[in-house]
Structures are given as C-alpha cells and as structure tokens.
C-alpha cells in the first residue's frame, strides 16, 4: 500500500499541472469516445438495481444477456461470457482493473467477494475490447461504478437475515464537504455479510468499505478519488472434489482474502476541441489459502495432494489520454503503463512438506488510438488500435467498427477485432498444473447487431457472433492434470434482448444460443451451455410497492470433477421473487425468496444448489 500512496502522490504532483473541466463518470462502452450503446451494451442503473431487490451481486449478473454464471456452493463465483473463460472478462471497479491472476481460474475475477453496498450502476460491453485495454478484454468487460456524494446529505442503513444463517448489515453516508470548498462531495460506505452454510461446507463471510471524493477545481484542475476494501474469510470443498455430494476426503479449503482497490482520476481543457485525462489505478490482493487435496481416482490415480500458499499480487496503472475533437472527426490518443507484481509461497503435502514458490515481475507499456469520423447523420466508422509491449513480447490489437442508421429507430452495428490474454501468475507457476511455457491467447472476432426502437414500449437488440481462438489455455485432466494450450477453439452465437415497458410494468426478456468447440476434436467446451434465456418482470403498482420476478434457464453442459471426469449436468430453471413496501418516506420492507420453486441442479459437479432461500429485512434512508 505505501507504493500505491507513493504512485498516488506522483499522479497529484503531476495532475496540479492540468486545468479544468468537471470529472466524468467512467463508462464502459469499448471505447473512450462519446459513449454510445449499441446492440452488445447493457446497463442496469440504480433504478433497475433497487426494483429488482437482488440477494447478492451474483442475482444482478444472471440478468445479462449471454451471459452464465457458476456458483461452486456459494463461496466462488465464475462469470462465462459468450462461451468465453471467466478470465476472459474484464472486470473493473470504477474504471480499475481487478481481475486477479493468482486464482485457480487463471485472472479472473470472483465476484463473491464483492459486495451490493453502494453500488450505483453495473455497464456490460459484451465482444473483444483489447484495443483499448490490453490482455483480459477478450469476450468482454463489466465496470461496476460506486455511488457518489451529491449535493444533498443523504445517509442509509440496511438490515437483512434469512435462511441457511444469512445475515447482511450495510449502511452508507454522504453529500458535500463545503469546508474543501464549492462543489466537493464525497460517499462513504460499509457492509458485512454472513451467507451463513446454503450448501454443506460452505461458508462466507465477508467486511467491506468503500468511499469516493469529488474536489473542487485545484489549479484548474477537477480531481476525483475512489477506494474499495475488501476482507472475506471462506471454506468450501476443493475444486474439483465432487463437493459435498462426491467427495471422498471431507475435509475443507480454507481462504483468507484481502482485496483493495484505489483509483484518482484527473481532466483538464486544454483548448476548445483538446481535453486531457489522467488515470492511476492500484490494486491489490492477499489470499491465504489451505487446501486437504483431492482423493485418488482413475481419471487422476495420484488424486490431488495437500497444499497451502500465501498469494501476493498489486498492480499499478497509469493512463494518459488526449481527447481531440475536430468537426466530424473524434479522437483519443495516449499510453498505458501496468506495473504487475506477484509472490507465492506455499507447499505440496505428500506425507512431508515440499515448499513451493513462485514469482513474477511484469511491465506493460502500451500506446493505444482510437478515432471515429461522423460521414453524417446516418453513418459512422470507427477504428482503433493498442501496442503492447510486456516482458519482449508484443501484440498489436486493432478494431473497426461502422454504426448505420438505417431509419429512425432502426440502427445496425457492424464490427471486427482481435485481442490477447496473457498466460495468468497461476497458469505460469503453479507447482501442479502450471507450465512456465504457456504462450498468450488470442482470438479474432466478427459481430453484427441491431438495436430497434418499438415505439414508446421500449427496445429490441439482437447481435450475432464468430470468435476464433488461438492457442487457447484450457485445463487436460487425465493422470498428471496440467494447464495446456489448445490449437484452435471457434464459437459461434446469437444473442437478443428486449426492454420492454407497459405502464407500471417493465420486462426484459432475454435469450441466447452459443456454440463453442474444440476444432481438433469437435468436442463442446466445458462449462459452456448452449442455451441461456429468462425474463425479468418488474412491477411498480404504487409508489409504495416494489416487486420482480426474475426467470431463467441454463441449458445442459459438460463439466469435470477428479471421482467423476467428463460428465454432463442437466439444464435448470430458476425463479426468484422479491418484493419491498415503504413503509413510512424512509422506512421500506424487504422480502426476498431465491429459488422459489425449488429447483434441484448443479452448476458444479457435486455441489448442489441450495433450494428455497428465505430472506427479508428493513432499510432506512435520511
């Protein structure tokens, strides 16, 4: 943390220097122009997010379009985008990169930690963005954006329990700071979260803090900071176990995180048509994790054994941009610097301790353009393009894009990209899957959508897609279970969506067909479904009331476990409902009831999904 102060300190030092236009909300569009939300665009705001009254973060990201979520018994979360690995989606928190590449599932982000306090707005850009933000952005990017301070004093608190010794405590307060001067504001926020045992042996618990603060101009200059942190204690069957249901060793992981998250963003008017930004980014992970290993079987005859790391990971990121503006003509140029540091020191158990270690040191410095040129009202072309250039290796990721409006409320989208995912910390250094050996991924991708306005009922998208994946890193399991290097993997989909509104009713139906394979073996990627559909129905009869009612199925898919190998989980369908009633101005009711018909399935071999979960509680806001 005294590194990131330190970087932080040389951000100010450099921003005083700059002057004024008033800080921008990030927004993740891919691309750092004048947003625009086309067909592979999807938002939910505080509106949304308040109606649905959702029990976790995770009950949010089910409601994206082409997009499945696995829970391995509550403690770990994984996020598959269009077929794509969870580490193949950029996660940001308020514009900073938090995916983790320590983590078993090779720098991806585990959204179980992560908290609903304060959360003001969830943006979902589905499709290859390295062109503007490097490895990782490769089937999409998520930003989840915090609330600000207003020029109001606002305050709230919340309390929820339920089923399976659920328990949710959050509160928040904010509004200006006059003694900074006119203008400054700031929010600060605070939430623990017990979700009690909803599935045998898994347990979660979890304190986090979050804050932002907006400055009044300093030399000119409009300054804005936000930090998140985060302690979770969690225990579980291992991956890849069986879970509660098949596996032969009880015993549990056990894993201690601590995650923190700090950003200062920066903006100045240069001249008319000419605006800078500066952009520093730290994050930072500590995982303390035990592990009783797997037992023995005939996919992996050795079994799985004993272990234990202390994972230790920050990164530091800074982003200069100029933004230009000429008649019809938009652009943004700049450079990027990400500073990666990673130790692991642990042990393998086989009746005695082996130490285990492993660290990496990597710099990216990148250079990156983007321009887009208005032919007139209709018609648009966008291009793009990033330099990266990390540990002697270099990739070049470009992207088109044309956007036609083909009549009023018809707009068709049209693009083309490429992007990479360099190998994890854990794909690399692993002392039991990994291979220091493992080249970057890649993936070319073609999509094309349009976005159809229905009159003052609401909207339609639709959007197809074909990715090809190069040298994609995938997990062979088999007697000695490793980390290795696929040849070619396409996937092929279509996915369309509606918001659609009737008076005091909102509905947003949802569906999607994917089809991703191994092209050496024509064989279905696991933990792919090839079907996704729902709906959301949200109902408002009165200004006092409240409800959803949320829908959805996964199709049937192909999963893995050490007593099991390959074996295929049957599709589910899931509904939630929820409902809150204010009681008084300030006071609302809460009620919630997850899996209301109590489906029986797994999203992991072995680890069955809780049935009904009850929960409710009471909020107030000044």
Known sequence: MRVAFAGFAGLLSLCVTAAAQPAETVIVTATRLEATAGANVSVLDAATIASRNPGSIVDLLRDLPDVYVQQSGGSVVSLFTRGAKPNFTLVLLDGVKANDPTNTRGGSYDFSTLDLNDIERI?????????????????????????????????????????????RTSGHVGGPLSFLGDGATANLGIA??????????????????????????IAGVALSLNGRFGSSVAGAFPDSSGGPRLAVLRSLDHRDIDESVLGAHARRAVLEGWDMALDYGYYGRQSDAVSPGVAPSPQTPTGIPDSGDKARFNRHQVTWTNHLSFGAV??????????????????????????????????????????????DEKLSLSASGRYDSAGGETHFSPQLRADYALFEDTALQVSWGRAYKLPSFYALGNPIVGDPSLKPEDAETFEGGVTQKLGDFGTWKVEAF????????????????????????????????????????????????????????????????????????????????????????????????????DVPLPGHVRADLAASYALTQNIKLHLGIDNLFDAHYEEVVGFPAPGVVMRGGISAAL
């Open 123 to 167: 943006e979902f850009v589905r499709g290859p963005a390295s062109a503007i933000y490097g490895s990782d952005a490769v089937g999409g990017v998520i930003n989840i954006i915090s609330r600000r301070g207003g020029p109001v004093f606002d305050a709230g608190a919340n309390v929820e329990g339920g089923s399976f010794g659920y328990v």
């Open 192 to 217: 623990y979260t017990d979700n009690g045992m909803p599935v045998a042996g898994s347990t979660s618990r979890g304190l986090s803090l979050d804050g932002s603060l907006a400055l009044p101009q």
């Open 330 to 375: 938009e652009a943004a140029i700049g450079v990027d610097m990400q500073a990666e540091h990673g130790v692991d020191d642990g042990f393998l158990d086989f009746g005695f301790h082996i130490p285990t270690h492993f660290a990496l040191n990597r710099t990216l410095w990148a250079g990156f353009g983007e321009a887009r040129w208005r032919l």
């Open 466 to 565: 074909a990715t090809d994946y190069s040298d994609l890193i995938d997990f062979q399991p088999g007697a000695v279970p490793k980390l290795v290097n696929l040849s070619r993997v396409h996937v092929r989909g279509i996915e369309t969506s509606m918001e659609l509104h009737w008076g005091a009713l909102t509905a947003t139906p949802r569906l999607s067909y994917t089809n991703a394979r191994n092209q050496a073996t024509n064989a279905a990627l696991r933990d792919v479904p090839s079907w996704l559909a729902g709906a959301t129905l949200l109902w408002r009869p009165s200004t006092d009331w409240d409800v959803s009612f949320d829908l959805s199925h996964v199709g049937a898919l192909v999963d893995n476990a050490v007593p099991t190998g």
